[in-house]
């Protein structure tokens, strides 16, 4: 049998955080014996991924999906870069945000 869980769907993730195994006889007339094998405990941190826009979904996946564009091949949303002088620069306020008033 084999299982995992994420700690934090079930308590906040602390030093006082223990495991306990319990084995069980059902229905209860014989000797119960358990035994743990392999025990993996695993602490996992992940950057969050960018969302220029602000809607929610990370920006590869809004390019992947065809909800953005990315004509420049940049892994950035067209909405999130202006055009300055031939050249982009983020944008700081996508759509969705305050406009950008410094152009």
Do not use: Y
């Not at 069980?24 to 007339?29: A, G, I, V």
């Amino acid at each position: 049998m084999s299982a995992s869980f994420h700690l934090q769907d079930f308590v906040s993730a602390t030093s006082q955080v223990r495991l306990r195994f319990s084995a069980t006889d059902k229905p209860n007339n014989s000797e119960t014996e358990g035994g743990v094998d392999a025990v993996r405990i695993e602490r996992r941190d992940c950057t969050p991924l960018p969302d220029c826009n602000g809607n929610g979904i990370v920006d590869s996946d809004d390019i992947a999906s065809g909800r953005s564009l990315d004509t420049d091949s940049n892994g950035v949303p067209d909405e999130c870069v202006l055009p300055i002088g031939g050249k982009t620069r983020a944008n700081p306020n996508p759509p969705g945000t305050a406009p950008d008033r410094t152009l």
